[in-house]
């Protein structure tokens, strides 16, 4: 249960605040200016209109008592057109800005967002804390626009405020004092229900993103089969009506109590409000104002009454919101847990010679050591193979020569430098891995989806179609319409859901076009059938001749023609050599290689 930050000091209030500016100004700099210049404009403009009106109602006073000209009139009329035809035209842009902030911080943050996640690297983004932020972060980030609209809005009545308190002040100053001095209980009533508020969305983030994802699965189709089957839909909407019933009672009870003391406080500002209408009618009964100042002063009360409280409640509301924000400037602040190094790999035809010496490895939030003292070495365009029970650390390993996570002890080396030294772009280019748990972009076309092996160059329409026969899409091909250019889900218009073993097969294919010096197969035909696996597996030999090829697997009918096979056990290498040598041993490979065989017979 997370319960930490629910305070939030006023100097981290004013930092957040003064980060939330810059953050807006710095998407959209002319419109976020003219949208803050435009709001101080609009938030002044009822105070200056019951100004001019005041004026012009006691012109027409004069004029009926004194018989003067009506014409005399014209001036004043002139000048309140032309300040509401000002305020219109004001108020329209002020809106189109709107209109702009709003399109560009809802489409422009994800990408700012997505650009720094992607900066942090896996091993960042794998700690629960930091999950939950991110969670929690993307929630807030579309309503950046509305909180920067806020703290405008704040400044301009604080302006209003000021300009009104002094009006106030002069004309009923005891009245002014009970105003303000009603208003610092409910000041503090809203901060501390605002505090309930946060923390239990804060509390409850884990619980949260547990039974959004049981409500994802509820309504995801690729789900619906088994749950209809097994009428698992039950026990799952239990899960997520037992979170949502909780939520909204602990929520809705914070909200009575605010809104309870609210109307308590409220109260007083009310019975003040009247008091003061009575002292300006007084003054005007006793000749000391006129009608013209009566409808200021009562309009500057109005607002100043309505300022005050709006000043209080968008502090508390911008504190509460700030409490939130915070969070999202403290993912903007994230650092990588793994830096990037600046030594450039050359990409070259030749893969760089792949040395791990005594590497040990254990994953952040675990004490067991996942990899122990390992020592490998993979020469350029060796072929090797690398199997193992489940828990033996193979997929560790390729996370590891990927650098997705620093190693505890040793080192990797490519060619000699460390790799945490090397500029990780740099690496990447000469590398590709087609992970187990592989992407499927269902959004896009078939064409499209082999391409992103590679997408930083321009589309190469011979070599796709070739990585796509090597990896036998070709057998499928033929059943969609049209052809590379078919959407890979049915719910696209006009497109279509491929089984499970022809999104492996497109997976692989995308890494054949990927065409890298380095590439990494971490059990790449697992929802495939033994004969397309065997066709496949002869292309990856034959495709990447003279490259480096690592495959991990379970299956040993894919391992075979590896040029070095490594058995790993408990982090290490336990045995290492080809298949006939490995057999000969009759150790652990062996054993799994005759156990799996007897299930072929």
């Known amino acids: 249960m997370e319960t930490k930050e629910t305070k939030l000091s006023f100097v981290q209030f004013l930092g957040v605040l003064r980060w939330l500016i810059a953050y807006n100004v710095r998407l959209a700099p002319v419109a976020a200016i003219l949208d803050f210049l435009s709001t101080i404009f609009l938030t002044l403009s009822p105070l200056v209109n019951a100004y001019i009106f005041a004026r012009l109602l006691d012109r027409i006073i004069d004029i009926v008592a004194t018989g003067a000209d009506p014409k005399d009139i014209i001036p004043m009329l002139g000048i309140l057109l032309a300040y509401n035809l000002l305020t219109s035209a004001v108020s329209h842009g002020n809106s189109y800005l709107s209109n702009i902030m709003n399109n560009v911080t809802w489409f422009k943050s994800p990408q700012v967002l997505y650009r720094h996640i992607h900066s942090l690297g896996i091993q960042t983004l794998e700690n629960p804390e930091a999950v939950n932020k991110v969670q929690r972060s993307r929630e807030v980030l579309g309503m950046l626009y509305g909180d920067f609209d806020r703290v405008t809005t704040f400044v301009a009545r604080v302006i209003t405020l000021i300009v009104t308190t002094v009006v106030v002040v002069k004309i ?291 070599k796709m179609e070739l990585a796509a026969n090597k990896a036998n899409v070709n057998s499928f091909l033929s059943g969609y319409k049209k052809g590379y250019e078919q959407v890979l889900s049915e719910k696209f218009k006009g497109g279509t859901r491929p089984s499970t073993g022809q999104w492996q097969k497109i997976a692989i294919a995308r890494f054949f076009y990927r065409n890298s010096p380095v590439v990494i197969f971490d059990e790449p035909t697992a929802s495939i059938d033994a004969v397309s696996e065997a066709e496949i597996f002869g292309q990856i030999y034959e495709f990447f001749k003279n490259k480096t090829v690592i495959i991990i697997s379970h299956r040993f009918s894919t391992v075979r023609n590896a040029d070095k096979i490594y058995v790993l056990d408990e982090g290490k290498i336990a045995e290492s050599g080809n298949h006939e040598e490995l057999m000969k041993l009759k150790g652990k490979y062996h054993k799994a290689f005759t156990i799996q065989a007897e299930g072929y017979k």
């Open 172 to 462: 009923m100053p005891i009245v002014a004092v009970v105003i303000f001095v009603s208003m610092i209980p409910g000041l503090a009533s809203n901060r501390y229900y605002m505090r309930q508020s946060w923390k239990l969305y804060r509390d409850e983030t884990e619980r949260k993103r547990k039974a959004g994802t049981v409500f994802n699965s509820l309504i995801e189709t690729s789900n619906l089969q088994e749950i209809v089957i097994t009428s698992a839909y039950d026990y799952l909407n239990t899960i997520y009506s037992k979170f949502a019933d909780r939520y909204s009672k602990a929520d809705l009870a914070i909200m009575r109590g605010w809104r309870l003391f609210g109307f308590l406080f409220g109260s007083i500002t009310v019975t003040a409000s009247i008091f003061g209408y009575f002292t300006i009618l007084k003054n005007l009964f006793k000749g000391l104002i006129s009608v013209g100042d009566v409808t200021f002063q009562m309009r500057s009360l109005d607002i100043f009454v309505s300022n005050l409280g709006m000043v209080a409640g968008t502090y508390v509301s911008l504190y509460e919101r700030c409490m939130r924000i915070k969070e999202v400037k403290e993912v903007f602040d994230m650092k990588p847990v793994v830096s990037d190094g600046d030594v450039i790999l050359e990409v070259s035809e030749q893969a760089p010679v792949i040395a791990l010496k005594k590497v040990s490895f254990k994953y952040p939030s675990s004490d067991r050591h996942v990899i122990n003292g390992l020592d490998l070495e993979i020469k350029p365009g060796e072929r090797i193979a690398i199997v193992g029970e489940n828990g033996a650390g193979k997929t560790t390993l390729v996370k590891l020569l990927s650098r997705f996570y620093k190693v505890n002890k040793g080192g990797i080396y490519l060619d000699g430098k460390n790799i945490n030294d090397v500029k990780i772009d740099s690496w990447y280019k000469n590398l590709g891995v087609l992970f187990q748990d592989y992407n499927t972009y269902s959004s896009l076309t078939l064409k499209e989806n082999i391409w992103l092996g590679n997408s930083q160059t321009e589309l190469d329409e011979t």
